[in-house]
């Protein structure tokens, strides 16, 4: 072909679009009516497992009780649950708790790799049962019935957003 030819080709008129096709696009581009989706808010928050069966997440309130657990094969747990809102279905979770008297602290790092979620509603992920080790926490033999401690909650998704929190709470021994 020339390049006459193809300039000619090019300088044509192009037909209209058949009615069909018009009426097509818009049906297939959508209607956004309802505007776009509100942002949704990236939290997190620290609980402790509830419900008949422990799967529940119940929101701990400032100064509530921690229950600590041994599970039968030695050392002392705190038994607790975080709930994320807007990181998605898999997170990296890492807890620490702190005695307010002393200063010492434990804690549950993030692994390598984010944890996987259940997820209650698009936007709202729990990860329950979390057993943090407490062993440090007080020395050998002392009680921690009613210790003061800080609860310290960081998350984040493998895209990079993030939240954290802190609440005071007190560990309970009642089911010891």
Known sequence: MSTSSWRKRISQPRLP???WLLLWVPIACGSDEAGPAAPVEVGVDIGVPGGSDGLEFVPLEPGAAI????????????????????LGNRAFIGVSITNIATGDAVSAPPGPSPR???????DV?????LLVMTGGLVPPGTDRDGLNVRLSVDASNPEGLSASVERDAVLSTERL
């Open 17 to 19: 679009l058949p009615r």
């Open 67 to 86: 229950p600590l657990e041994t599970f039968g094969q030695g050392g002392t747990h705190a038994l607790l649950a975080v709930r994320t809102s807007g």
């Open 116 to 122: 996987l979620l259940i997820c209650r509603t698009p």
């Open 125 to 129: 992920c729990d990860l329950l049962p």
